[in-house]
């Protein structure tokens, strides 16, 4: 039997055998308790380290040793597979334990037996975990029921980055895979051009959207209903907790665990839209967005990790379908490995653009006309510049 039961008429009603597998997701908040106790149990250091060892080592291995899943669930189940509460407290309790976590963190920052290298390798654990309550608010501020989103306003307070939900659904979603996009990276860009591009542009997009939405209703932007203010603002009150807790010695590591986090957010998004271009018509607009304009992985680990994160075509098809019942789409593009594999590939430049451009270019029939291009890349591609 594959992983998830096969659909038939006249057999029994579908079940997920993904299902309990999800709470794998709950992991990843852990990742600072396991590093500490492996140092107990081993007396080694590197163990403060254990959350970017298990993304950027044991979750491309994983994904080589336990392969793809491309099943889909049955039309006729996706309904109740979307009201099935289960799921969903499958993303609630991530925030507690990642609230917790942080607070735990701080007390060894401060608890004076720690070197400075292993403060480090601790604050990039905490990072981790930070980076993966991005995409847990990404899940959870899709969606409508208020206590969601506030949910993932609370996910994305540890890194600073609560504008994020402003600027992927309203801004991202929008304008994805064009090159007005700050999300979406360009053929011949780096991850480390990428970056700053990105970090900025959401940032400004985040600000002129809400600046917007509040200039429709009369009020200026720094009203106290601009949702970039209060999800910084809530940044600033968790911030401000732990500072009184633990003293202002923790502030340094709360800062490096922030970008960190963001960091990692950030090149998942240079991973997921590479070089694609949703294309133009005589009146120049763009048309819409379709499966084959976001790069997809079916590889098992990360997609449980990562609430089917890698599912991206239909994600962006169908913005309010919750994780479980996110499926496979034949005609979207597929990486080679799952993103734990292609972050560290990003992260080396010449290797990715090595792996990655000829796969864009196929994509396209070989006219990198139709790619999103670097500007200062075109001449690279044949392309009048």
């Not at 930070?130 to 208020?146: C, F, M, V, W, Y």
């Not at 996009?181 to 591009?197: I, K, N, Q, T, V």
């Amino acid at each position: 039997m594959s992983i998830a039961d096969v659909y038939r008429p006249d057999a029994t009603p579908w079940r997920d055998g993904k299902r309990y597998a999800w709470l794998l997701g709950l992991f990843i908040p852990m990742l600072p308790l396991v590093g500490a106790g492996l140092v107990e149990v081993t007396g080694f250091g590197l163990f403060w380290w254990f959350g970017p060892l298990f993304v950027y080592g044991v979750v491309p291995v994983l994904d080589l040793l336990i392969g793809k899943d491309a099943q889909n669930p049955p039309e006729a189940a996706l309904v109740r597979l979307e009201r099935d509460r289960y799921y969903r407290w499958c993303t609630y309790l991530f925030v507690p334990l990642q609230l917790g976590v942080q607070v735990w963190a701080c007390g060894r920052w401060t608890g004076g037996a720690l070197s400075m290298v292993d403060c480090l390798g601790l604050a990039a654990t905490v990072g981790v975990v930070g980076g993966a309550a991005i995409n847990t608010a990404h899940e959870l501020g899709h969606k409508r029921q208020p206590a969601e989103r506030w949910l993932a306003k609370i996910a994305l307070a540890q890194t600073g980055y609560g504008h994020f939900i402003i600027e992927h659904n309203r801004g991202h979603h929008v304008r994805v895979a064009t090159p007005e996009d700050p999300a979406s990276a360009r053929l011949g860009e780096s991850f480390w051009a990428f970056l700053p591009r990105t970090v900025v542009g959401s940032l400004k997009s985040a600000w002129a959207l809400e600046a917007r939405r509040l200039g429709r209703k009369g009020n200026s932007p720094l009203s106290p209903s601009n949702e970039a203010i209060q999800a910084w603002t809530m940044t600033l009150l968790l911030f401000g907790v732990l500072l009184v807790l633990f003293g202002w010695s923790i502030l340094p590591w709360l800062l490096i665990q922030a970008v960190f986090g963001f960091c990692l957010l950030e090149v998942v998004n240079y991973i997921e839209h590479y070089g694609l271009l949703r294309q133009q018509d005589a009146e120049g607009r763009h048309e819409r967005c379709e499966p084959r304009h976001s790069w997809n992985s079916n590889n098992l680990t990360s997609n449980l990790l990562l609430y089917h994160l890698q599912r991206h075509s239909d994600h962006h098809a169908n913005p309010m379908r919750r994780y479980q019942a996110l499926r496979h789409c034949e005609d979207a593009p597929e990486l080679p490995s799952g993103y734990g594999t292609m972050i560290v590939l990003a992260y080396l430049s010449p290797l990715w653009r090595r792996i990655m451009d000829p796969r864009v270019i196929a994509h396209y029939g070989d006219d990198a006309s139709l790619a999103n291009i670097q500007p200062s890349k075109r001449a690279e591609f044949g392309l009048p510049t």
